[in-house]
C-alpha cells in the first residue's frame, strides 16, 4: 500500500468534514492562543516593573491553571462530538477492507495536522496579541506600558515550550482516546453509531430527586449563610451542589418532566406538542450532558464578569472606605500627630477636614448577649471571630455632628457583616445596656480589611474607654501567662488622625507622604519623637487597589471570553448532531401527512426549548448565587445591593444578547440540515 496513501486519505477526511472541524481547529488555535498569552503575561518582565506587579503576576499565574484545566477538559470534550459523528465512517472503511491499523494511521495523520495547525496558528496568534494584551493590562492599571518587546528570549522559548508541551499532551490524549473507540467497537457497532441510544430513556427519578436536593441545598446556603467569614468557604461548597444538581436535573430530571408532560394527555395530543414532547425525549440522553455544560459554562461567565466588573466599578468606593481621609494616621499619640502635623504645614499643605479620636481595638467571640475576649481559637468558633472598635461619646459625637447623651451603662452600637440581637451587650465584665443601633459612625479604615464582622461601639466617656483597655490588656495578659508587655497594653488604646488635601489632589497628597515619610525617618533616627503608629496615603494606596481589581477584572473578561467561546462551540456541535439526527425522523413525518409548514413550526418550538433552557437556568443559578455572592462582595468594602444588581442585569443582558445572536445563527445551519 502507497505510504502516502494515509496521508492523503486523512487530509481528504479533514476536508469533507470542514464544516465539523472547521469550528474545533479555531476553538484550539484560540485556546491556545490564550493559553500563551496569559502564561507570557505571568512571567513578563513589563508587568514585573509596574507598580503593584506581585498581586498582578499571582493573579496571573492563577489564570495560568485555570485556562490550562479548561483546555484539557474542553478539547478533550469537543473532540467527543467529532469521533461520535464519524464513527459510521470508520465502520464503512472496515468494511470496505480498511483493518483497524488502517484506521488508526489515518487517525495519526488526522490527529498530527489537526495539532500542528492548531498549536502552529495558535502560538502565531499569541505572539501577535500578547503586546496588544500588555497594553491592555496597563491600561486598565492606569499605569504606562513599556515599549517594545518586555519578554526575553530565554522567557519567550520557555513560553512557547511550556504551551506546545500542553496542547500536545491534550492531542496526545485525544488520538489514544479516538483509537480506542475504533478498537474496541465492532465494524457492525460503528456502522450503526448514529442509531445507538433511540431507545426511549427511563426516568430516573432517585437521580432526579438527588439532583433537586443538591440544587436546594446549594441555593439555600447562598441564600441564608449571613457571615461574611461564612461565605467565603461555603460559597465553593455551594458552587459544587449546583454543578451535581445541574448535571443531575438535566439527566434525569429532563427525562421525568418530559413523561410528566406526555401523561398530561391534553397538552401532549396535539400535532406540535407530541412531536416536540416525544423528539426531545428520545434525544434528551444525549443531549442532556451537552445542555448542562451549556449551563454551567453561561452561569461561570455570567458570576465572573459581574463579580469582576462589580469590583473595577466599586474600586474608588473601596477605597474610600479604606482609607476615608487622603491621609490617615491610626494608632498614633500626641506626639507623633504633632509631628505629622508640624511637617505637612512645613511643605505648605492646608489640612482640610482635619479629624482626632482616641479609640481601642480587640479580635473577640461573638456569643448570645456579648462578646468573649479569651475563647480559644478553633474551627468551630472561627465562624463566631469578630473585631471590635471602641470611642467615647465626645469624641464621637464631635466627628460625627451627632448630640447623643448616654448614662455610664449605656453604650451606641453598629454592626457590620453579622447580626446581634438583644437590647443588652456583655463586654469584659460589663453588661451594657444598648441605647441605640447608629448608623453614622468615625471614619476607620481599621476594620474593613477584617473576613470577620466589625462591631463599632460608643461608650459614655473617655473613663469608660480607659476601663475597656485596661480590662481588655488583663484579659488578654492572662491568656499569655502574664508575658504582655506594658508598651503592648499602652497599643490597645490609640489616636487616630486624618485629614484631606485641597481638592483631594492626588500630587499633593503623594507631597504630604513625602514629608510626612521624611519628618517619620529623621525622629526615628535621632529618637526626639515618641512615634507610634503609621500614615496611610489614599493617593499613594490607589495603585495597590487598581493592581488587585484590575488583575481580577482583566482575569474576568479573558475568562469570561474564554468559557463563553466553549458555550459557542458546543451549542453549534449540538445543533449539527441534533439536525443529522431529526433529518430522517422529520423526514418521516412529511411522509405519513405533516405539512412541511408544521414540521418547521415543531423544529422551532423544540430546539426553542432546548437551546434557551440552559440560558434560564444559568439566569436562576446567578439569582440564587447574588445574596453569597454579595456578601463576599463584601470583604472588598463595596457595601449596597443596589450597584452589584446592575451590574448583574447589565452582565445577563448583554450575554443573553450575544446568545441570541448564536442561536439565530446556529438554528439556521440546523433547519437546513434537517431540511435537506
Known amino acids: 500500500m502507497n505510504k502516502h496513501l494515509y496521508a492523503r486519505l486523512a487530509a481528504r477526511n479533514l476536508r469533507k468534514n470542514a464544516?465539523?472541524?472547521?469550528?474545533?481547529?479555531?476553538?484550539?488555535?484560540?485556546?491556545?492562543?490564550?493559553?500563551?498569552i496569559i502564561l507570557a503575561l505571568s512571567v513578563d518582565e513589563g508587568l514585573q516593573s509596574m507598580t503593584g506587579a506581585v498581586t498582578i503576576q499571582l493573579i496571573m499565574r492563577y489564570g495560568v491553571v485555570v485556562v490550562g484545566l479548561f483546555a484539557v477538559i474542553f478539547l478533550f470534550y469537543t473532540n467527543s462530538f467529532l469521533i461520535k459523528r464519524r464513527k459510521r465512517e470508520f465502520g464503512l472503511y472496515n468494511v470496505?477492507?480498511?483493518?483497524?491499523?488502517?484506521?488508526?494511521k489515518v487517525i495519526t495523520f488526522e490527529t498530527l495536522y489537526v495539532a500542528a495547525l492548531s498549536v502552529a496558528l495558535g502560538l502565531v496568534l499569541g505572539l501577535a496579541l500578547n503586546k496588544?494584551?500588555?497594553?491592555?493590562?496597563?491600561?486598565?492599571?492606569?499605569?504606562?506600558?513599556?515599549?517594545?518587546?518586555?519578554?526575553?528570549?530565554?522567557?519567550l522559548l520557555w513560553v512557547i515550550g511550556v504551551t506546545a508541551a500542553l496542547f500536545g499532551a491534550i492531542f496526545l490524549a485525544i488520538f489514544l482516546y479516538s483509537i480506542r473507540q475504533v478498537y474496541v467497537a465492532r465494524p457492525v457497532e460503528l456502522l450503526l453509531s448514529e442509531h445507538a441510544g433511540e431507545r426511549e430513556p427511563r426516568a430516573k427519578w432517585l437521580m432526579a430527586i438527588i439532583g433537586l436536593a443538591c440544587l436546594g441545598a446549594g441555593y439555600y446556603i447562598s441564600v441564608t449563610t449571613t457571615d461574611v467569614l461564612q461565605a467565603v468557604f461555603l460559597f465553593f461548597v455551594a458552587v459544587v451542589l449546583v454543578i451535581i444538581g445541574t448535571y443531575l436535573l438535566f439527566t434525569a430530571g429532563s427525562v421525568a418532566l418530559l413523561k410528566l408532560l406526555r401523561n398530561n394527555k391534553r397538552y401532549y395530543y396535539k400535532t406540535r406538542h407530541f412531536t416536540?414532547?416525544?423528539?426531545?425525549?428520545?434525544?434528551?440522553?444525549?443531549?442532556?450532558?451537552?445542555?448542562?455544560?451549556i449551563c454551567i459554562l453561561s452561569t461561570m461567565v455570567l458570576v465572573m464578569i459581574s463579580g469582576t466588573s462589580c469590583l473595577m466599578l466599586g474600586m474608588e468606593q473601596s477605597l474610600r472606605t479604606s482609607y476615608p481621609y487622603d491621609v490617615n494616621i491610626p494608632r498614633s499619640n500626641d506626639d507623633t500627630i504633632a509631628m505629622v502635623k508640624n511637617a505637612v504645614a512645613d511643605a505648605g499643605i492646608t489640612a482640610e477636614n482635619e479629624t482626632e479620636y482616641d479609640y481601642i481595638t480587640f479580635t473577640a467571640y461573638q456569643r448570645p448577649g456579648g462578646l468573649d475576649v479569651t475563647r480559644d481559637y478553633t474551627i468551630d468558633t472561627s465562624a463566631s471571630?469578630?473585631?471590635?472598635?471602641?470611642?467615647?461619646?465626645?469624641?464621637?459625637?464631635?466627628?460625627?455632628?451627632?448630640?447623643?447623651?448616654?448614662?455610664?451603662?449605656?453604650?451606641?452600637?453598629?454592626?457590620?457583616?453579622?447580626d446581634h440581637a438583644g437590647d443588652t451587650l456583655e463586654l469584659l465584665g460589663k453588661t451594657y445596656t444598648v441605647k441605640e443601633w447608629v448608623e453614622p459612625r468615625v471614619k476607620s479604615g481599621e476594620l474593613t480589611f477584617n473576613l470577620t464582622s466589625s462591631w463599632y461601639i460608643v461608650v459614655s466617656d473617655k473613663a469608660e474607654l480607659e476601663r475597656l483597655a485596661q480590662a481588655d490588656y488583663e484579659a488578654l495578659n492572662a491568656v499569655q501567662g502574664g508575658e504582655?508587655?506594658?508598651g503592648e497594653a499602652q497599643h490597645l488604646l490609640g489616636r487616630?488622625?486624618?485629614?484631606?488635601?485641597?481638592?483631594?489632589?492626588?500630587?499633593?497628597?503623594?507631597?504630604?507622604?513625602?514629608?510626612?515619610?521624611?519628618?517619620?525617618?529623621?525622629?526615628?533616627?535621632?529618637g526626639s519623637v515618641d512615634l507610634a503608629g503609621t500614615y496611610e496615603i489614599r493617593a499613594w494606596e490607589r495603585q495597590d487597589f487598581v493592581s488587585l481589581y484590575g488583575s481580577l477584572f482583566f482575569l474576568g473578561m479573558f475568562l469570561g471570553l474564554l468559557f463563553t467561546m466553549a458555550a459557542i462551540l458546543i451549542i453549534y456541535y449540538k445543533q449539527i448532531s441534533e439536525g443529522r439526527d431529526d433529518r430522517e425522523r422529520f423526514q418521516i413525518m412529511q411522509k405519513v401527512g405533516m405539512s412541511r409548514q408544521e414540521v418547521k413550526r415543531t423544529i422551532h418550538e423544540q430546539v426553542l426549548i432546548v437551546f434557551f433552557l440552559p440560558l434560564v437556568t444559568a439566569g436562576m443559578h446567578t439569582g440564587f448565587a447574588f445574596p453569597i455572592l454579595n456578601r463576599v462582595l463584601a470583604l472588598f468594602n463595596l457595601a449596597g445591593t443596589n450597584f452589584y444588581v446592575w451590574c448583574v442585569l447589565g452582565s445577563f443582558g448583554a450575554f443573553a444578547a450575544l446568545y441570541a445572536v448564536v442561536y439565530a445563527l446556529t438554528a439556521r445551519t440546523y433547519y437546513k440540515l434537517v431540511s435537506t
Request: hydrophobic share 45%; glycine share 8%; aromatic share 8%.
Open 276 to 293: 416536540a414532547v416525544s423528539g426531545m425525549m428520545y434525544r434528551m440522553k444525549q443531549n442532556a450532558v451537552g445542555l448542562a455544560n
Open 385 to 418: 471571630l469578630c473585631d471590635v472598635l471602641v470611642v467615647d461619646l465626645d469624641d464621637y459625637n464631635r466627628c460625627t455632628g451627632q448630640d447623643y447623651a448616654l448614662g455610664p451603662d449605656e453604650i451606641l452600637l453598629k454592626v457590620e457583616r453579622t
Open 132 to 155: 496588544l494584551m500588555m497594553l491592555l493590562v496597563a491600561r486598565i492599571l492606569g499605569v504606562e506600558a513599556p515599549l517594545g518587546f518586555t519578554i526575553g528570549p530565554g522567557t
Open 19 to 36: 464544516r465539523s472541524y472547521g469550528p474545533f481547529i479555531m476553538a484550539a488555535v484560540l485556546t491556545v492562543a490564550m493559553f500563551y
Open 496 to 526: 487616630y488622625y486624618g485629614f484631606d488635601v485641597p481638592g483631594h489632589d492626588d500630587d499633593t497628597a503623594l507631597r504630604a507622604r513625602l514629608a510626612i515619610r521624611q519628618a517619620w525617618n529623621a525622629a526615628s533616627e535621632d
Open 96 to 104: 470496505l477492507g480498511l483493518e483497524k491499523k488502517h484506521l488508526a
Open 484 to 486: 504582655m508587655t506594658v
